[in-house]
């Protein structure tokens, strides 16, 4: 990949800005994953992998590869504490990947730690700990790049920051994030693994492993056979932490997930809401088999930045020739305004959502969901006890909550009460569930119950026959009795027997 470009120092000039092998300086190819990464169209990029998959590589070279390409473009490069930004991500993008001809044309400002390219673009790299917001107010951006984006205090500075992508001249404005993967908590898996319908075109993922990254030496990799199993997953594999101290354990998506069908007529459908100010505001719509004692969310809606007048527009639109029986509703909606006296209940009432005071008993309803949640099965799927909760496949922002969902850990020991955070859908469910108490799961008997005995099997029962009815028989309680009845019924009668020899 090379770039010609106008220079101080010649008229034209052309610079390599591609990888390069960090021992021997050799121009090198970039990895599948990395190519991927570079040709991805979407506003937002996150490149997560194990240890040594060549993040900060990538970033780098993305971030050179846009200041090049559009002249007088302004980038920032990011890191939560200064160190780990001198040491790492600067000490990488300025010695091991920048083309050294590139660099000798550059004016590095290391007191202000400003990159200055020779077509007039800028790189600032700053640590985001001292991350102010009065600072960056008046500056416009055409990229921005977080190097390990999973540590603490990123996600502010990205909601900080992606305000400033208002650059103008550029041809591309974007933001791109590289780091090794963390908890599925985390604002990364929200956005880019878990994301829903809505931030599908503009946030896309890419994976590598450790072991895709033919620069590393063997003994390293050697010695990352060491790690646990879930530290191998996360720092080699790049794979995403479970969360620890998940409420919804028995939620499974092989289960509890179905594909979209026709909703009966005749089956009960209502909404439930959760209303908020600082986060989103959220609908689910629900259908109630009666018959089979179940009960599935067939739609989700989620906004952030709606108004309720809009947001009930949106849901009545959304929901258009169907019949809905009525709103579920947070009881807190009940209070009034001090500015108006006017509630959320009677503002939903007046919009004709018939609207009903949910149950807002946190832990009842986190047990109620989790009865509804169990299931037993054979091992060749055949349920014993079916589950009595489904969502269609459509609905994630509910599923992905639902699996993320967790009790507040403090110094390693749960609280007993769930974590407040992207908790908006699971609220909800919880208002839905202790609505609908008539759903409970339905129990199957044991399949071995209903199938054709085996021969072996009948000439063992054959056996027990013949021997109970000598047993009995000999002890002169008679053939009636068997060992089926009730114990206290053939005690009684044995000591009827007993008595009248």
Not at 18 to 27: A, L, N, S, V
Not at 44 to 49: D, E, H, I
Not at 422 to 432: E, F, G, I, Q
Not at 448 to 464: D, G, H, Q, S, W
């Amino acid at each position: 990949m090379e770039s010609r470009t106008s220079s101080r120092t010649s008229a034209r000039k052309c610079y390599y800005l591609g990888y390069r092998d960090p021992k021997t300086g050799k121009r090198t190819e970039p990895l599948a994953t990395q190519l991927a990464f570079h040709n991805s169209p979407a506003l937002f990029r996150l490149y997560r992998g194990g240890m040594g998959s060549g993040k900060t590589a990538c970033g780098s070279v993305e971030s050179i590869a846009l200041s090049m390409r559009y002249p007088g473009n302004r980038g920032l490069i990011g890191r939560w504490s200064k160190p780990e930004l001198e040491i790492s991500t600067q000490k990488i993008f300025l010695e091991e990947v920048i083309d050294p001809g590139l660099m000798a044309d550059c004016q590095f400002y290391k007191g202000r730690n400003l990159l200055v390219f020779p077509n007039g673009s800028e790189i600032i790299f700053t640590h985001l700990r001292m991350l102010n917001p009065e600072r960056f107010r008046s500056m416009q951006l055409g990229f921005y790049w977080l190097d390990e984006a999973i540590e603490a205090g990123c996600e502010e500075a990205h909601d900080e920051l992606k305000k400033r992508l208002r650059l103008p001249g550029v041809g591309r404005r974007c933001a791109f994030f590289t780091s090794n993967p963390g908890a599925e908590a985390s604002y990364l898996f929200n956005n880019f693994t878990d994301k829903g319908w809505l931030k599908s075109r503009h946030y896309e993922e890419f994976k590598a492993t450790s072991l895709e990254n033919p620069y590393l030496p063997d003994v390293y990799l050697e010695l990352m056979q060491d790690l646990d199993h879930e530290q191998y997953q996360m720092f080699v594999m790049g794979e995403w932490q479970r969360a620890r101290g998940k409420i919804f354990e028995i939620f499974d998506r092989q289960v509890h997930v179905i594909q979209p069908f026709q909703i009966p007529e005749g089956w009960l459908r209502f909404r439930s809401m959760d209303f908020g100010i600082a986060h989103a505001m959220v609908c689910g719509w629900w259908a109630l088999d009666e018959e089979n004692g179940r009960l599935i969310q067939y739609r989700e809606w989620a906004s952030p930045d709606q108004s309720l007048p809009d947001f009930v527009d949106t849901v009545q639109s959304l929901e258009e020739g169907e019949r809905i029986a009525y709103s579920v509703i947070d009881p807190a909606a009940k209070a009034r305004s001090i500015q108006t006296g006017v509630s959320t209940y009677d503002q939903l009432a007046q919009m004709g959502m018939s609207p009903v005071l949910g149950d807002n008993d946190v832990l009842g309803s986190i047990r109620r969901i989790n009865g509804l949640l169990r299931y037993s099965q054979t091992s060749d799927g055949f349920f014993l006890r079916k589950p009595a909760i489904f969502w269609f496949d459509h609905c994630l922002a509910t599923i992905g909550q639902m699996e993320r969902y967790q009790w507040d850990v403090v110094k390693g020991k749960t609280t007993g009460k769930p974590l407040k955070k992207h908790d908006d859908c699971v609220d909800m469910v919880r208002y839905a569930v202790m609505n609908s108490l008539q759903v409970q799961p339905s129990l199957r008997i044991d399949p071995a119950a209903v199938r054709e005995p085996t021969n072996a099997e009948l000439n063992i029962r054959k056996m027990c026959a013949i021997n109970e009815a000598r047993r009995l028989a000999k002890s002169g309680e008679g053939s009636l009795m068997s060992r089926a009845a009730p114990r206290f019924m053939r005690r009684a009668r044995h000591y009827r027997v007993r008595g009248a020899v």
